[in-house]
């Protein structure tokens, strides 16, 4: 996406934020967090920067910085606010620097950039190296973009270079004679977060489940018609922008039981949720937590 060129809707904002477009409207309202423009029709349209604005707003207030506080911050101190708090989560490991690996893919050499990263998966395999340094590493990229320190297109190749890697070890992977349970995939809403949907995938291939994966985002709708053509036994859901308002998850908690699905996995949770929720769902905030989840479906 290049600056001034592309557009958004406050829906959009919602999808990648997880911030209601009804809390947007209050946002802007009472605090002037963002100034968008409007059509003839008076609807709103946001550039490339508010978007990470309000990303990089959802970031602070979802790790306990209160709204009133963000809105008082000018464009640098915000920044800085993000910046420290990301940097605050970097692994201890010492050979393990950030700074130092994305430089090759600021210059996008991948080349490069897959040498600095192999040494990670072959020291500890693809599971742990994911959790410990390629998802922390995606999530500081993701970071730097949001604050203008990486453009759109780095921030891109990012995310390709290490989605190979994931597709290497998946590809790996012998399919079972005789398969588990099936699970069933679909992405309804940031895919921003795809690659963390890909690992999913491998992580539950390797431990026999039968995956039903489409890729791309899909509508909760869709998930009747799978089940149709397959009945599965689990469903896996990402929620990184997701509405955890009691109406929504009483829907999945509904689809649950209708289709006597055993457990809903919502995955990538911005709140720190790894716990049962209801019934039948399950609710994880990061790689770590959907690992610890499924092993207690095996």
Known sequence: MEEGVN??????LENFSGIKAHTIRIWEKRYGILI??????NIRRYSESELKKILNVAFLNRNGLKISKIAKLDEDELTQ?????????????????????????????????????????????IEEAYCRFLYPLLEKSRILWQTGSLSRAQEQFIRNTIRQLITVEDNLIKPEVK???????????????DNNFLFYKYALKKRGFDVIFTGGLLPASEVHEIYRIKP????????????????????????????????IILTD?????DKKFQDRLIITSDPSGFLRCIEGLC
């Open 179 to 193: 398969a588990g349970p099936v699970i069933a995939m679909i992405n309804t809403s940031d895919n921003l977060t």
């Open 7 to 12: 557009v958004f809707s406050i829906k959009d």
């Open 269 to 273: 949770s911005p709140a720190d949720r």
């Open 232 to 263: 599965f036994n689990y469903l896996v859901v990402n929620s990184s922008a997701f509405d955890f308002a009691q109406k929504k998850m009483g829907f999945f908690n509904n689809l649950a039981r209708s289709l006597k699905i055993n457990k």
């Open 36 to 41: 968008p423009d409007r059509t003839d029709s």
């Open 81 to 125: 606010q993000v910046m420290s708090l990301s940097s605050s989560r970097d692994d201890s490991e010492k050979d393990f620097q950030p700074g130092k690996i994305l430089m090759a893919a600021i210059r996008f050499n991948e080349g490069s950039f897959m040498e600095a990263l192999l040494p990670f998966v072959k020291k500890y395999g």
